[in-house]
């Protein structure tokens, strides 16, 4: 049977309106594009869109380009901005944030790479928030003074102090009263077990202190000099915004706000409360999913540059496939090429396409580069691949790091063309050159699903000749038209997104089994069915829509302004709270068979016990309720637009014997509103 392609129509319009008061704008930077829209909320009407490449390594520059192109006069009628950019995780990915110290209080797991940057102490709770040992003041001074003059803030993170955070709190004045500077604790990110993952994410986030502060006083400067009089609030990476002054304090919370702006923005395009969705962007395809109106999140925490941390972020799959990925062949020859040695990704390169309008000399080095068909073919090594130095300083280098580079050109050049002739028998060392790529100390031309997509046509917005002409250098290859190579890259990239979405929905068969799997039977009408809207966003999507057909039986919608969805969903982020109130319960059985029980709750402001476990659960429920309104009384919200959520769980262990534990989970909710 026929698989006809539905596509939601909510009410969402299109087009300035000269009076239009009371405006949101939202602003995504990802890793190629910056998108902003111009969304009238009330109405569900997109004002205005417009697209901007981003700007490495600050990504200011690409909001102002993008602001740029958007109506002034809407601008000042602007109340509400949302924003969702990549800076945090970049920062740590980079390794580029501030000097942090980190101090360890009780028996710890120091971690490896900040081993040179740490210290452990005497002190520390056990699981029932009594001390274990009297906090080690004088260690924590003699520490401090030996390094402040060498870091910019430092991390405190203690043994069970989710439980009892005193020694946190007295470690953190004692730092203020020494240095002054930036302190952060880790029972004030996490509210879950695990004292390795929560000192990690209080070192990440002092070490993003500084580099948050300058870049949201920048666009905060940016908005006021536009004659903008905006509320200011950015997207974090479970999906409610907060504003920027909290930003500043927690900035490692919006580490992957981008797949959380999507889910979000596909939602809100499309109409529908619950649905998968597919980003597509430059560099990676992200699938994530909403139920009811709200992003599913990871049971665990959010794991960037390979640390794993306690920050609750959106669930998702990526892969490191994406519109600007490098399509590549790996052989040991020419000859030897087969078309399952086609690879796509994982990096991310300038698309022939773009950089033949920067640099217009790749006509003539086209013509003009040869190579012989006994070539081996590997990521650097192709007949479209070019490299040139990314403009970034070159910094501590290794003498042979230092040789390589210096190698490199300014403008584009095939590898294979500079002079290796004093390296043995003239081959280029590519492990070097792999370093200096990942260090962004060369960058990469080649041939990107960008270009696949100028060469059928579905997508021109730059040269398509070069287009070709790295498409033509592929397929000969292979001895086929640049045509048919093009549509086998496309369904290829199709597959990749069907992988990815089945793969989300249930990991019970591995990637590997799912990609056989739909190679041996996509083409024998049977395919994955899903129930649930399956909705596309990112500029590229809609060219893709046939070729996932193939793999998926569901209903696929591209929204109306699906090229800016993940702007869209910045602005459809709620202010939200979340507090956890952890229940002990002490047992005892009696002669007669009875149990005797003790309900200890703890909360920041200290434990309380209790003998009934409805009185224990009713004060963990105030203090939660109480906890989440002064949040959202501090962010201007009435009480009465706040909706709650209580969720209570038992952890039980024998069903013969009560509980040993009780979690109260009270989470508050709020448009954001200007």
């Not at 006809?4 to 087009?15: C, F, L, T, V, W």
């Not at 399509?327 to 078309?339: K, N, Q």
């Not at 081959?427 to 270009?451: A, S, Y």
Request: one cysteine or more; glycine letters at 6%; a negative charge.
């Amino acid at each position: 049977m026929a698989y006809e392609q539905k596509e939601s129509k909510p009410n969402i319009s299109e087009g300035l309106i000269v009076g239009t008061e009371n405006l949101s704008l939202g602003i995504d930077a990802g890793g190629t594009y910056t998108d902003a829209a111009l969304v009238d909320m009330g109405a569900r009407r997109i004002v205005q869109s417009k697209k901007a490449l981003t700007t490495y390594p600050d990504p200011l520059g690409g909001i102002q380009n993008v602001l740029d192109l958007l109506d002034a006069e809407s601008l000042k009628n602007v109340r509400l901005l949302s924003v969702s950019t990549t800076f945090a995780t970049n920062t740590i990915l980079e390794k580029t944030g501030a000097s942090v110290s980190l101090i360890l209080i009780g028996v710890q797991k120091v971690p490896e790479d900040f081993k040179d940057n740490c210290v452990v102490v005497k002190g520390g709770h056990n699981f029932r928030g009594t001390e274990n040992e009297e906090l080690d003041l004088e260690a924590i001074r003699e520490y401090v003074l030996s390094v402040k003059d060498k870091v910019s803030a430092f991390a405190v993170s203690s043994f069970y102090s989710i439980l009892n955070p005193d020694h946190e709190k007295a470690a953190r004045n004692l730092i203020h009263e020494l240095t002054g500077c930036p302190v952060v604790c880790g029972y004030e990110l996490a509210q879950a077990l695990g004292a390795y993952e929560r000192g990690i994410t209080a070192y990440l986030n002092a070490s993003l202190l500084p580099v948050a502060r300058v870049f949201l006083e920048a666009v905060a400067a940016e908005t006021e000099r536009r004659g903008m009089n905006v509320k200011t609030t950015m997207l974090k990476c479970n999906g409610a915004v907060a504003m920027f002054g909290e930003v500043m304090e927690r900035p490692v919370e919006t580490i992957f706000s981008g797949p959380a702006a999507s889910v979000l923005g596909a939602s809100f395009l499309s109409g529908k409360e619950s649905c998968l969705a597919i980003d597509v962007g430059g560099t990676s395809t992200d699938v994530s999913m909403i139920e009811d109106g709200i992003p599913q999140i990871s049971d665990l925490g959010a794991t960037v540059g390979g640390w794993k941390t306690k920050v609750r972020a959106i669930k998702m799959e990526t892969i490191a496939a994406g519109g600007d990925s490098h399509i590549w062949i790996e052989a040991d020859s020419i000859l030897d090429a087969r078309l399952s040695s086609v690879r796509i990704g994982p990096r991310r390169v300038i698309p022939l396409c773009r950089a033949s309008l920067m640099y217009p000399e790749l006509a003539t080095l086209f013509k003009e580069h040869w190579v012989p068909h006994n070539q081996s073919l590997n990521e650097f090594l192709q007949k479209t691949t070019l490299v040139l130095k990314s403009g970034y300083q070159a910094a501590h280098l290794s003498p042979e790091e230092r040789k390589v580079y210096d190698k490199i050109c300014d403008r584009p050049a095939f590898i294979n063309d500079l002079d290796w002739s004093d390296y043995p028998e003239g081959e280029v060392p590519f492990g070097i050159v792999e370093t200096l790529v990942n260090k962004r100390l060369i960058q990469l031309i080649g041939f990107t699903p960008t270009d696949v997509l100028h060469v059928t046509g579905e997508f021109t917005e730059w040269d398509v000749e070069a287009a070709q002409t790295g498409a033509r250098k592929l397929a000969e290859i292979y001895n086929m038209a640049k045509e048919d190579f093009c549509r086998l890259v496309k369904r290829a990239f199709a597959k990749t997104m069907a992988v990815e979405a089945v793969y989300f929905l249930n990991d019970s068969s591995s990637r590997n089994e799912l990609n056989l799997f739909m190679d041996k039977f996509s083409q024998t009408h049977m395919r994955y069915k899903i129930d649930i809207p399956v909705v596309l966003i990112g500029a590229p999507v809609r060219c893709f829509i046939r070729e996932l057909e193939e793999f998926l039986d569901a209903e696929i919608i591209t929204p109306d302004h699906y090229a800016v969805g993940n702007a869209v969903g910045c602005l459809a982020g709620k202010l939200a709270k979340r507090v956890e109130v952890r229940v002990d319960i002490e047992s005892k059985e009696e002669e007669n068979g009875l149990w005797t029980l003790r309900f200890i709750v703890f909360t920041k402001d200290g434990q309380r016990t209790f003998s009934a476990k409805e009185d224990a659960v009713r004060h963990a429920e105030i203090f939660a309720k109480k906890d989440i309104y002064k949040y959202m009384k501090d962010n201007e919200v009435k009480e009465s637009d706040v909706e709650i959520k209580v969720k209570v769980r038992e952890m039980v262990y024998d069903p013969r014997k009560p509980p040993v534990q009780i979690d109260v989970v009270v989470e508050g909710f709020s448009e954001n509103k200007c």
